[in-house]
């Protein structure tokens, strides 16, 4: 019988580069974010480019409640990956018996 077991995992994102992490960073500050709102009466989220300061559009929501909901959402979700940068995160360990 043949085992095959490979050290890496999912959430491992120690090959982020610098760039990336610094990319992650900057969607992560709500400051770098804005709603503006479109001719068809929706509500379009956009963050500022890191290098350009332009603004690129993201989403599209009917409400500016769920816009900013999404913008909130986004936020979280890019500091959950700056969270695990350097790997996962041990959440328990088990003691020999």
Not at 25 to 37: D, F, P, Y
Not at 58 to 63: D, N, P, S, Y
């Amino acid at each position: 019988m043949t085992f095959y077991y490979r050290s890496a995992s999912w959430g491992n994102n120690s090959d982020v580069t610098e760039k990336t992490a610094n990319f992650w960073k900057h969607l992560a500050q709500k400051s770098n974010w804005r709603i503006v709102e479109l001719p068809n009466g929706f509500f379009q989220t956009e963050y500022k480019d890191i290098d350009t300061d332009n603004w690129l559009d993201v989403t599209r929501r009917e409400t500016i409640e769920a816009a900013e909901r999404a913008i909130d959402k986004s936020i979280e979700h890019y500091s959950k990956k700056i969270s695990f940068i350097n790997g996962p995160k041990v959440v328990k360990t088990f003691e020999k018996e």
